[in-house]
């Protein structure tokens, strides 16, 4: 009886996002990078998918498309918090679209994973578009209310305006409504800031 019921336990599927047993990788030597996988046991010819999230979020934000991918066979699914959000480490150091594509780099790297599709919601399109073109990884490049994800590099004084206005956006007492307001669905999922 107690072995019938060890073999239900370890045949239940995890139902929602939350219930995925995290796992986390370390960068830099310290910082610690948090994510969760699933299906990881699917064969080579899966096809992977990684969601980053956004300026303000964690990987909760992805629950609605975990829900819609998860009965997938051939579809592996990984969701990142990016260090300085949700359980990853939150270290003082320059957050940059290089730091962030590094911590992408290694999780699907320990993973052994090569090809992804990458899914960037606002923040995380930039962050996903500087994984495609600075590490080994090939795959496409899926923009959910994507920002500066026509960035060329060249730092011009329109660009740099835009950047501080939205920056600025920020500052101050109203902070807390500024996020607050930004918490609405965008494109039918609910864009999980936390206020801060």
Known sequence: MLFALLL????????????????????????????????????SDAKTICFVHGFGCDMNTWEKQFEAFRDGKDLQLVFI???????????HVEYTFDFFAHAIDEVLNINSIKDAVFVGHSLGTPVCRQTLMTTGHKGALVDVDGVYCFYDGTETPEYVEAVNQFG?????????????????????????????
């Not at 918090?81 to 270290?91: A, E, H, T």
């Open 168 to 196: 600025h956006a920020f500052d101050g007492d109203n902070c807390r409504e500024v996020i607050t307001a930004r918490n609405t669905p965008i494109c039918g999922f609910e864009h999980n800031a936390t206020p801060y």
């Open 81 to 91: 918090d990016l260090p300085g959000y949700g359980l990853s480490d939150k270290p």
């Open 8 to 43: 239900v336990g370890c045949g239940k599927q995890s139902q929602t996002l939350s219930e995925l047993k995290s796992e986390y990788v370390t960068i830099d030597d310290s910082i610690r990078v948090h994510y969760k996988i699933w299906n990881e046991s699917v064969g």
